[in-house]
């Protein structure tokens, strides 16, 4: 299939679950389930090293859906996300197959780095080479196993480390079938945001793989909303794509989600103490002042303004800054109030006792 056409699960490529499913030399027999260890490269101490994969076909044929989280180390929510879907009950009625692979940057996850030890950035290294560096085998690996084996993808990512990010989608959106998917997932933001040449999303767009990326929370820390929304989410996508049932009792219709004309990070003026005023999903006016950098004596204090108005969609932690580091990232949105009240609402509708959540709690592993 070639970017920019539509791709659904519909049956001219349902079909394609039920062919032979071989990974890492292992066959997938349909109505099963099945761990798989990847080989990448081995510990200095030589002892083997894998990455974990699970697969899931359904009885009924569908289309292939990969799931993934941890290309980058640190980012930790993903892995939860993807724990919480594999024990959901919905995916014993499940149409098609689901390769969930929670743990893509096995190096950095065990070092807690974004990074391999090649001090790489495993998302600018597809799609690797087998003769190449560490961050080059790896990706080779994934390409070979996973992605050219799915019909879709979805990754999953948080911001770096003292940074976190509103829960939101980045996409390419000029293609009807990966617009559809970011509307069933249901952020309330998306981001149309271009390839990045060595990205998984751009190689994957290349081999005409649709490809959504969530960005939510922050880099060595679970945070509940994030995850619990990033769930809610994935399945979103999978009923989307035929692979799940409907819900019998829909939850409440939320509107369609906006698209950010653009985005900057507002950055520190100047070196010194950081005092932040505003929260992640906050409206914010052009000019409005977001923060205080001061010295350590509280002689002096500058303040950090909005060049826009918008909605915040990033977030520093750390209360120290440089001059010229990211404090605010703040995206120019058409009815940012209205969108920053719906934020609210979608917050509350991820609590774990909200009448949407019902269904995606967690759930006794599957039999």
Known sequence: MRPGTSRTGSDADAHRSFKPL?????????????????????LYTHAKLTMPVNVIRGKRPGPTLFVSAAVHGDELNG????RRVLRLRQLKRLTGTVIAVPIVNVHGFLRNSRYLPDRRDLNRS????SGGSVAGRLAKVFIDEIVMKSDYGIDLH???????NLPQIRADLSQDT???MADAFGCPLLIDAPLRE????????RKGV??????????????EFSIRA?????????RHLGMLAEQRKPARKQAAPVVAEDSSWERAPESGILRMLVELGQYVEKDQVLAYVADPFGRTEVEVRSEHPGIVIGRTYLPLAHAGDAIYHVARVKGAEKLAERVGAFQEAHEPDSPDDRGLADEPPLV
Request: hydrophobic share 40%; net charge negative.
């Open 198 to 205: 060595g990205s998984l999303r751009e190689y994957a767009d």
């Open 79 to 82: 892995v939860e996300i993807i």
């Open 158 to 164: 948080t911001g770096a480390v003292h940074r976190s």
């Open 22 to 42: 071989e990974i890492g030399g292992q066959t997938i027999e349909p109505g099963t389930r099945t761990s798989v260890d990847l080989p990448v490269a081995d």
């Open 230 to 238: 990033g769930v809610r989410g994935v399945v979103g996508v999978m």
């Open 178 to 180: 990966v617009r559809a």
């Open 126 to 129: 597809f799609p690797g080479s």
């Open 210 to 223: 649709p490809l959504l990326l969530y960005e939510a929370g922050e880099a060595l820390r679970f945070d």
